[in-house]
């Protein structure tokens, strides 16, 4: 493994308001890129906003103003949500910056000269909302309606230059081979490999029915097709049109995470571009499933639409990292859709956080206070249990920190809760409040408590990445000193950290919340 990292998510939309889908994503990579760089690794996180195409350019027109400005403001609420949601990206790019628009025709020059695009007439099927072409055979598998909106297809004939994807094939099918983890999880790798077998078509690299986009070199009239100019955004972040770009040491991408319904661009059309261009592929293409409310497709109609007030006011009633920790926990990283529920996000704040981790260092914090004066007694040694502590904690660090380095973010979430889990056994079997009611037992409690709150911290450490904000709280009441942009998880995550007569102060992590007020779908 090299210490260089790179993630990213799909470049959104512009036409498209923030809502769940882009928070997911994007949690998803920030919880990987934290946990990374905790880790001792060089991450670079990118994001950014997709802003060409010939639906910006109808909304403008239909609002009357220009697409650039149509972008600017659908970009700056993007950018806006970042700082919302307390992200870690290194860079936001936008497909209007003229670097990306420089880079993007560096590089279709050279697929040109490398005869790779050609100038051809395509006649068939396309999706306006996706942007997207399909074949006779094609649509007809699809009903003639697009796969994700379901609106009908609508016939299209153009004279535009196109991509040689049909040249690809045999190298494609090798890939899909010989790396079994390209595409993950299996379910959408099986998808791209069912539909690799009905054979490749070229696809369009220009189109000429609208201006809005880079314009094509040397050839007046056409523009850059959308899907084109967007996937070639995750290496013109890294400046790789450019010889001796700093940011060249980050590719290839250690994992592009996107949404299903854009896979095939990424497993199939995105990995020839590169073929073609000789430049490494990336590790691993990461599709997450989408998330469905209270049972059903999410429709403004029927009012489970998770929009962004909608996302807000579950921030203001349980905090922004009980949502992270719900959209990791909970969502819908394996090939089957998530339901969002009110009802289940308040049961599993209740259990999880409230009860268990909240719980767990609250009780610890409490009997320090009320037996030692807020200051961490000692560990006297001997056997409490038949519990090695060291060990414990040194498996439960391994694997978690496996888990991360494999997107497992939900088995990473687990396993650093089950040592909070073995905390609260511990003290169950112990019982350290009935020891106290004995001046003999002193020094027994002490090593309880000691061993509680070390085992605590270790957990923090592990949860730090998803739950920020609330670590960082249980860090300044437990007296400890951790910067995870410099210090090391595998260093800090070790037994014996934790100074004797440290102060300890009362930890009030996440308040219970009645369920009556659980329940803000609709806005």
Not at 163 to 190: I, M, T
Not at 478 to 487: A, M
Request: glycine residues 6%; proline residues 5%.
């Amino acid at each position: 493994m090299t210490n260089s990292a790179y993630i990213t998510t799909p470049i959104y939309y512009v036409n498209d308001k923030p809502h769940i889908g882009h928070a997911y994503t994007t949690t998803l990579c920030d919880v990987w890129a934290r946990a990374m760089r905790f880790a001792g690794r060089d991450v670079f996180f990118l994001t950014g906003t997709d802003e060409h195409g010939v639906k910006v350019e109808k909304s403008a027109m239909a609002r009357g103003i220009s697409p650039q400005q149509l972008a600017d403001e659908n970009s700056a609420e993007f950018r806006r949500v970042l700082a919302l949601f307390g992200l870690s990206n290194d860079h936001f790019i936008r497909t209007t910056d003229p670097d990306h628009k420089r880079q993007v025709q560096a590089f279709i020059k050279r697929l040109l000269e490398k005869g790779h695009i050609y100038l051809g007439t395509f006649e068939g099927w396309y999706d306006e909302g996706q942007e997207e072409y399909h074949t006779e055979t094609r649509a007809k598998e699809l009903d003639y309606k697009s796969p994700i909106s379901g609106r009908p297809l609508t016939r299209a004939k153009e004279d535009n230059y196109y991509f040689r994807l049909s040249a690809f094939q045999a190298q494609l099918e090798k890939l899909f081979a010989e790396r079994p983890d390209f595409v993950r999880p299996e379910g959408r790798r099986n998808e791209v490999l069912g539909r690799l077998r009905d054979g490749l078509q070229d696809v369009p690299v220009t189109r000429t029915n609208f201006t809005w986009g880079i314009p094509m070199p040397d050839a007046p009239g056409h523009v850059i097709y959308v899907w084109i100019d967007a996937l070639l955004n995750y290496i013109t972040a890294l400046g790789l049109a450019d010889e001796k770009s700093p940011r060249a040491k980050y590719w290839p991408a250690t994992y592009h995470v996107v949404g299903k319904e854009i896979l095939w661009f990424h497993a199939v059309i995105w990995p020839a571009m590169l073929m073609a261009l000789d430049l490494k592929l990336p590790e691993c293409v990461y599709a997450h499933s989408f998330w469905i409310s209270e049972g059903q497709k999410m429709s403004k109609t029927l009012g489970n639409f998770i929009d962004l007030p909608t996302i807000e006011r579950y921030h203001a009633t349980y905090s922004l990292d009980a949502w992270r920790w719900y959209m990791i926990t909970q969502g819908p990283l394996e090939a089957t859709d998530a339901d969002f529920s009110a009802k289940h996000f308040h049961e599993m704040y209740t259990a999880e956080l409230v009860n268990t981790f909240a719980n767990c260092a609250s009780r610890t914090s409490a009997m320090i206070g009320k037996y030692f004066e807020g200051a961490l007694p000692a560990d006297g040694g001997g056997e409490v249990t038949n519990r090695n502590w060291s060990a414990i904690c040194h498996e439960h660090v391994r694997q978690t920190i496996l888990h991360y380095e494999r997107f497992e973010l939900r088995q990473a979430a687990m396993t650093a809760l089950a040592l909070v889990r073995e905390v609260d056994a511990f003290i169950n079997e112990t019982q350290p409040f009935k020891l106290a009611k004995d001046p003999a037992n002193v020094q027994t409690l002490g090593t309880i408590l000691y061993r509680c709150s070390e085992a605590l911290r270790i957990a923090s450490c592990l949860l730090w990445p998803i739950m920020p904000s609330k670590v960082e709280e249980f860090w300044r009441c437990y007296g400890v000193t951790c910067n995870p942009t410099k210090d090391r998880l595998a260093d800090l995550a070790t037994w014996g950290h934790l100074k004797p007569g440290t102060r300890i102060e009362k930890c009030a992590l996440f308040m219970r919340v009645e369920a009556p007020a659980a329940t803000p779908t609709k806005g």
